[in-house]
C-alpha cells in the first residue's frame, strides 16, 4: 500500500519555473514506478513524466520533453518534477502515481497502469 501527498503547485507567469514534489509513506517506496500526469477541465487524464524503479530509465511527453525533469530521492520517499520554461499549455491538474516494480522497462504511460494516485495540485501558467 502506497499514499501520495503533493505539494509545489499554483500561479506562474509563462517562461517560469516551478518544483512538484510528492511524499510517499510505505517501506518499499524504491520498488515503485513512478509517474506524473497532469488533467485539464473537459480533458483525459495525460501521461506527463515517469521514472523507472530499478534503473535511471525516464520517459517524458513530447509536448514537455526539455523543459520538464523528473527524479527521484528513495532516502527521502519522494519523486519530483522540475518544470521550467512553463507555458499556458501546461495549465492542470497535476496527479503523481505509483506502480510495483514494471519489470525493467520504462515506466508506462497509460494512466490505468498505476495502482496509486495522488489528490493532485493545481498548476496555472499566466500568459
Given at each position: 500500500?502506497v499514499?501520495?501527498?503533493?505539494?509545489?503547485?499554483g500561479?506562474?507567469?509563462?517562461?517560469g519555473?516551478l518544483?512538484?514534489?510528492?511524499?510517499?509513506?510505505?517501506?518499499?517506496?524504491?520498488?515503485?514506478?513512478?509517474?506524473?500526469?497532469?488533467?485539464?477541465?473537459?480533458k483525459?487524464?495525460?501521461?506527463?513524466?515517469?521514472?523507472?524503479?530499478?534503473?535511471?530509465?525516464?520517459?517524458y511527453?513530447?509536448?514537455?520533453?526539455?523543459?520538464?525533469?523528473?527524479?527521484?530521492?528513495?532516502a527521502?520517499?519522494?519523486?519530483y518534477?522540475?518544470?521550467?520554461?512553463?507555458?499556458?499549455?501546461?495549465?492542470?491538474?497535476?496527479?503523481?502515481?505509483?506502480?510495483?516494480?514494471?519489470?525493467?522497462?520504462?515506466?508506462?504511460?497509460?494512466?490505468?497502469?498505476?495502482?496509486?494516485?495522488?489528490?493532485?495540485?493545481?498548476?496555472?501558467?499566466?500568459?
Amino acid at each position: 500500500q502506497v499514499q501520495l501527498v503533493e505539494s509545489g503547485g499554483g500561479l506562474v507567469q509563462a517562461g517560469g519555473s516551478l518544483r512538484l514534489s510528492c511524499a510517499a509513506s510505505g517501506r518499499t517506496f524504491s520498488t515503485y514506478t513512478m509517474g506524473w500526469f497532469r488533467q485539464a477541465p473537459g480533458k483525459e487524464r495525460e501521461f506527463v513524466a515517469g521514472i523507472s524503479w530499478n534503473i535511471e530509465r525516464t520517459n517524458y511527453a513530447d509536448s514537455v520533453k526539455g523543459r520538464f525533469t523528473i527524479s527521484r530521492d528513495n532516502a527521502k520517499n519522494t519523486v519530483y518534477l522540475q518544470m521550467n520554461s512553463l507555458k499556458p499549455e501546461d495549465t492542470a491538474v497535476y496527479y503523481c502515481a505509483a506502480r510495483s516494480g514494471y519489470g525493467l522497462g520504462y515506466a508506462p504511460v497509460a494512466p490505468t497502469s498505476y495502482d496509486y494516485w495522488g489528490q493532485g495540485t493545481q498548476v496555472t501558467v499566466s500568459s
